[in-house]
């Protein structure tokens, strides 16, 4: 787990990857054994062209201090071009939340392919340190959902 | 199937020996989740995927009343189908089960003992808090029908023709020319061995002719295609032909009788004439000629002729034949559409269209050929035999203001025609070229051979063709103006003939027949496969395959080799005979639906039409494969994927937030 | 190339009722679409005419739409019935329609749009309370200006006044006292300039001056408004307060003319809490406000249409807590349609921006 100096604040951060890509990188990381901190919740898509923009906000306002995105690599989506798809969506993802406080590096979209073990914890321990040292959501403290 | 409305969740958590036990404390977890509401029972155990933890759960199942089961182990890429198996066999449907993947994310990634429990029992909750969403889901089973259309009578379609129907399967091949045959039944002579064309291509119309299986519509186009993999339905248009196919005997009287000759042959790239009604070459298959209507005096003229009709003895001339529609059941669909040449006419450099001495390799290909306007002699159009012949490659191929790609079979023809025009001719052969390409089985070999025969090799792009003369001895000729960069000097060579070794783009009316079949083409306008490299036969449509050009430019023998491909995956679909739907698949909620077509917009296999009298999109279940493109596109969550709803994945969402 | 047409000596509404009802009774459209007042309330309403001698009440150029009338030609447009129908609306409206079509929920297939300059739009009640005192209030708008300073907010930072797309386009900035300027914006367009027989004239020098005023003047109200709005919500908590007294009423989608859902998710179980979900949450966390979903369903449209908003307002207006809605809208929008390089109503033939995506993308990080 990666120590904040100041407080015990523990990020929360939701990844929704693509089966078919990013999920089997998380299982290579798995096998080969390649330690990340635990922080990161992963949700198992089919695509991330399935991705609902709702998603991704339910997951700030629930508290999420980040939201990973993980899919294929461009020309290697399962489904063609899903993960295209996505890229384009996530652009008005973006400018939406930024404008309520939401830095932009919380919500991060990486394309991992399946045999990229290594890539996928390096993947989370940066992202996972960039939120770490970024501070609580400010979703955070909300009464509501 | 046990449905009753009041979830009873058993959890399983598994030690996977020493490889979640130690590092998790999997006896803390359950623990934690039998708190949990809705969890009736929550146990762990050694090993869950062997046999006695799987008899757990289904003792479970059947005594305790559970309808809803997680486990919490390894990935679900590794044993969902062993568990969702184990559920079944005890009567539930088998998507009331989910799984937590506490080895590979948890155990097997997390330093920390105490780190690894908490995460552990967060993802064990969301795992309760999904499968309290989930719904019952099932496969369907489809029979496939025993057929195989193939689009496109080229060498491509010709082989996944035989192949299928030597297979025992009914073929019916559809080709919109009046012969089948394609580019390659112009052809003389083949590279890189040089035999004959004719001599293994008719014995193979033929074959496709004669053969029981196979149903030939040539003259005929492709009109509709509903349905899906296994079970399409298709609607062929037959053109009038104006020539009773049953009554004629192929004498070819009509042809000598008919008045109306000056109508440049399309078969021979418009160096020679043909009349009104015509068969496009002596071997054609069917050799059925057709009525040229556009040309004809009777009906496109309103004249009074009617020559062929008097002299068939047959009485197999029919001037009111009107287009026919045939509707076929067809379980596999082969695309062979092929290519065309590229026109190199607005590539004003090379003065193709002004200068009579500049032909098109198609052109040339005629030129040579034993059945050609010149009976296969190569001469000028002033009948003399060329001296000297410059032979430009890549005409419109690797040209970023054309096409970018390689038409990868150019440089080998253009070798071949340079043998030939030595052997024929002896005239001097320049071919000007950017580099060789010649990767191919015996292809190298042939490269060397053409220069070991005294063809000259000139290095680099053309950049004019005049018929300005510097020696007022050459005048009459053309000159050809090239940087060589190898020598990095102009080159100016005059010169009898020039050929331009045109590109290949995808076939007219390739845009139509992607349309009517729900394929993608790329940039470039061919054919998309499914995968590069693991599906370059399959198409995104299940059930549809390509076969040749119509994939992108390549040879005869890569053409063949996906042909007999091709068909060995239609084969493989009809042989097994069903076809299995997959559960999660998307839905569309008419009641929600409001018609916007985003979904339809989104869907990368045209699994979605849209319902004009009731204004609402229907997804076709075979077709879908559950990418929930739409599902993401449709604001209304009208859309949306079975077993990755809305509900469900919020859900999740929510329990690992909690 | 447009061809103009002025009608002098008559107040715009005399003559833009004279050329409208011309279009019925000379049988040049089948039914026309305009707002008109009804015997019911000063406010003009969207009202369908077949008959000519019916068209005694249209009002378009009153400073009042209770609605973004887009909402209704869509209904009369729905599906081609093959009769030609001719649509008056606003500027917004027009935009409003244009994604409309592109959202396949109406169709222009034999429709005429005719658009007004467009000098906003008061409150409902504001309009209502200058009617009791004037009458007439569309007459007296036109020229007096202090009258025209009590438009909303949102028409205060509108810079699209003018009708674009239209077939027909009525325009009466920049024009001499008492004229009306007719532009065709199509052929179908010039065609019926033709048939109602006005006669050619130029487009008024001085027509370009005035509108340029009035854009400045509406930018730099725009610009005053988005800053203070970002300020407002630039972080989540502000906007939490902002939107604290939410009913979850949907009045504001309801009266939006992009919203096009024939239900609303929200209306669906999709977000209904669960009991147990409740008190779990308010167990950990001491308490939690109800209905939970308000944040969730502003953020969430905002991701559903933020695209396509045109800035008409009428989510402000019909808010019962007073929340300026537009305010948020239009900000956020500003941003989401910069980021897609998208103008709603810019162009029928420009798709959605997220229906199209790069195919041929081979290259590199997302970012
Ligand atoms: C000048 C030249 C010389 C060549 N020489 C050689 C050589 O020596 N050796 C070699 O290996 N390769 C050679 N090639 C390459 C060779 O031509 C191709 O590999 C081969 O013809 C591809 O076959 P195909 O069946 O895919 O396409 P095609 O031959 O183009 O056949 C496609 C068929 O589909 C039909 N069709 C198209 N659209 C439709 C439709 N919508 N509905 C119904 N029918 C349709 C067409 O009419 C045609 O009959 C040469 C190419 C060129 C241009
Ligand atoms: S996106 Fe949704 S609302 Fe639109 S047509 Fe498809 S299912 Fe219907
Ligand atoms: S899930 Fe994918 S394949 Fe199925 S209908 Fe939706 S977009 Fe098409
Ligand atoms: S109109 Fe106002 S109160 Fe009603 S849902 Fe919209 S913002 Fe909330
Ligand atoms: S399947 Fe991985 S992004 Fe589409």
């Known amino acids: ?145 | 199937m046990t449905t009753q409305n009041k979830p009873k969740i058993g959890v399983y958590i598994c030690h996977c020996g020493m490889n979640i036990a130690p590092k998790v404390d999997v006896e803390e977890v359950a623990r934690y989740i039998q708190e949990l509401d809705h969890v009736t029972v929550a146990r762990d155990y050694k090993f869950m995927c062997s046999n006695p933890g799987q008899d757990m759960i289904i003792n479970d199942i059947k005594e305790l009343g559970l309808n809803r089961v997680v486990v919490a182990s390894c990935s679900p890429r590794m044993h969902e189908k062993t568990f969702r198996n184990a559920v079944r066999t005890a009567g539930l449907n088998p998507y009331y089960f989910q799984m937590a993947n506490i080895r590979e994310q948890v155990s097997w990634v997390t330093k920390d003992s105490q780190e690894a429990t908490e995460k552990a029992k967060s993802m064990v909750a969301a795992a309760v808090a999904r499968v309290f969403f989930h719904q019952p889901l099932d496969t369907r089973e489809v029979t496939v029908a025993k057929s195989v259309l193939v689009i496109g009578g080229g060498i491509a379609g010709m082989q996944a023709a035989l192949t299928s129907a030597n297979a025992g399967y009914q073929v019916s091949l559809v080709e919109r020319e009046p012969s089948i045959g394609g580019h390659m039944a112009k052809f003389d002579k083949t590279f890189p061995t040089l035999d004959c064309a004719a001599c293994i291509m008719t014995p193979k119309m033929v074959d496709v002719l004669q053969h029981p299986g196979i149903t030939l519509y040539t003259w005929s186009e492709v009109e509709k295609v509903e349905g899906f993999i296994g079970n399409f339905e298709v609607t062929v248009k037959k053109k009038p032909r104006y020539v009773d196919e049953k009554k004629c005997t192929g004498c070819g009287t009509c042809m000598q009788k008919c008045p109306t000759k000056k109508i440049l042959s399309e078969f021979n790239e418009g160096l020679s004439f043909r009349t009104a009604i015509y068969t496009p070459f002596p071997q054609a298959v069917p050799n059925v000629p057709v009525i040229d209507a556009t040309h004809c005096r009777v009906l496109g003229q309103n004249k009074k002729c009617g020559v062929c009709a008097k002299f068939c003895e047959t009485k197999a001339i029919d001037f009111d034949q009107k287009p026919e529609f045939v509707t076929l059941k067809i379980g596999a669909i082969i695309t062979a559409t092929g290519f065309q040449a590229v026109n190199p006419t607005s590539l004003e450099q090379y003065g193709y269209g002004r200068f009579p001495e500049v032909y098109t390799s198609m052109e040339f290909e005629r030129l040579n050929n034993a059945t050609g306007p010149t009976s296969g002699k190569v001469l000028m159009k002033n009948g003399m035999v060329p001296k000297r012949v410059a032979i430009i490659h890549c005409v419109g191929s690797r040209d970023t203001r054309h096409k970018k790609y390689c038409s990868r079979v150019c440089c080998m023809y253009s070798m071949k025609f340079a043998h030939l025009l030595r052997e024929k001719t002896g005239a001097e052969v320049w071919e000007f070229y950017i580099d060789i390409r010649s990767p191919g089985k015996l292809y190298e070999e042939f490269y060397n051979r053409v220069q070991e025969e005294g063809v000259r090799f000139i290095r680099g792009r053309v950049a004019e063709i005049t018929d300005m003369v510097e020696d007022p001895g050459d005048e009459g000729r053309l000159t050809v103006i090239a940087e060589s960069t190898l020598t990095r000097r102009t080159v100016r060579v005059p010169v009898d003939m020039v050929v331009l070794s045109v590109g290949l783009e995808p076939a007219r009316g390739s845009e139509d027949i992607g349309r009517l079949l729900g394929l993608s083409r790329d940039g470039d306008g061919w054919f998309n496969e499914l995968h590069a490299k693991l599906a370059p036969l399959a198409t995104p449509i299940n059930g549809i395959f390509l076969a040749g050009c119509c994939q992108g430019p390549k040879d005869i023998p890569d053409t063949v080799a996906q042909a007999m491909g091709a068909a060995g995956e239609a084969i493989a679909l009809l042989a097994k005979g069903i076809v299995t739907t997959q559960a999660e698949i998307s839905r569309i909620d008419p009641d929600l639906c409001s018609g916007c077509k985003s979904c339809i917009e989104s869907c990368t296999y045209s699994a979605i039409r849209f319902d004009e009298a009731r204004k609402v999109a229907v997804v076709n279940e075979a077709l879908c494969m559950g990418c929930g493109s739409c599902a993401a596109a449709c604001p209304s969550s009208a859309a949306g994927v079975k077993h990755f709803t809305d509900k469900q994945v919020m859900g999740e969402i929510e329990a690992l937030l909690m | 190339m447009s061809v103009y047409a002025m009608v002098k000596d008559a107040s715009p509404t005399v003559a833009v009722k004279a050329a409208l009802t011309k279009l019925l009774s000379q049988n040049l459209v089948d039914a026309v679409l305009v707002a008109a007042k009804s015997p019911y309330s000063a406010l003009p309403m969207p009202t369908l005419f077949a008959e000519a001698s019916a068209m005694d009440g249209i009002d378009p150029l009153a400073p009042a739409a209770p609605f973004n009338a887009a909402r209704q030609a869509a209904t009369v447009s729905r599906q081609a019935t093959g009769k030609r129908l001719a649509l008056v609306l606003r500027p917004c409206e027009i935009r409003a329609l244009i994604e409309l079509v592109k959202l396949n929920q109406c169709t222009l297939e034999n429709v005429v749009l005719i658009g007004i300059d467009c000098l906003g739009r008061m409150e409902n009640e504001v309009f209502l309370r200058h009617a009791s005192a004037l009458g007439d209030v569309t007459s007296e708008f036109q020229k007096n200006t202090s009258l025209q300073d009590d438009i909303t907010r949102t028409c205060q930072m509108c810079e699209q006044f003018e009708p674009a797309h239209a077939d027909i386009a009525m325009s009466t900035l920049g024009m001499a006292e008492n004229s009306v300027l007719f532009a065709s914006g199509s052929e179908t367009g010039e065609a019926l300039l033709k048939e109602l027989g006005l006669s050619p004239a130029e487009n008024p020098a001085q027509r370009e001056t005035v509108t340029k005023q009035l854009r400045e003047k509406r930018a730099a109200c725009k610009k005053e408004v988005f800053a203070e709005t970002s300020e407002k919500i630039n972080s989540i908590e502000k906007f939490e307060k902002m939107i604290g007294t939410c009913l979850n009423c949907y009045n504001c989608r309801q009266a939006c003319p992009v919203c096009y859902c024939r239900e609303c998710v929200f209306l669906t179980d999709v977000f209904a809490a669960r009991p147990e979900t409740l008190l779990r949450r308010a167990q950990k966390r001491g308490s939690v406000k109800l209905p939970t979903d308000t944040t969730m369903f502003h953020l969430t449209r905002l991701s559903h249409i933020a695209h396509s908003c045109v800035g008409c307002g009428q989510c402000s207006s019909v808010c019962p807590s007073n929340i300026p809605v537009a305010d948020i809208f239009t900000t956020v929008a500003a941003q989401v349609q910069a980021a897609y390089d998208y103008v709603p109503g810019r162009d029928v033939q420009e798709p959605i921006p997220y229906l199209i995506f790069a195919e041929k993308q081979k290259s590199g990080e997302p970012k």
């Open chain 1, 1 to 145: 787990m990666v120590k904040s100096m100041s407080d015990d604040y523990q990020p929360k951060i939701i990844a929704l990857v693509c089966n078919w890509c990013t999920y089997t990188a998380a299982d290579l990381a798995g096998t080969s054994r390649l330690c990340y901190p635990s922080n990161i919740r992963m949700i198992r898509m089919m695509c991330t062209g399935m991705i609902d923009p709702k998603y991704i906000l339910k997951a700030f306002l629930d508290g999420a201090d980040g939201v990973f995105i993980g899919g294929c690599h461009p020309g290697d989506c399962h489904y063609i071009n899903g993960n295209l798809k996505f890229k384009k969506r996530m652009a008005g993802i973006e400018a939406i939340i930024s404008q309520f406080g939401f830095e932009e590096d919380r919500l991060r979209l990486r394309w991992i392919g399946a045999s990229e073990g290594p890539e996928f914890q390096h993947n989370m321990t940066d992202f996972i340190q960039t939120i770490q040292n970024m501070g609580p959501s400010p979703a955070k403290g909300l009464m509501v959902l």
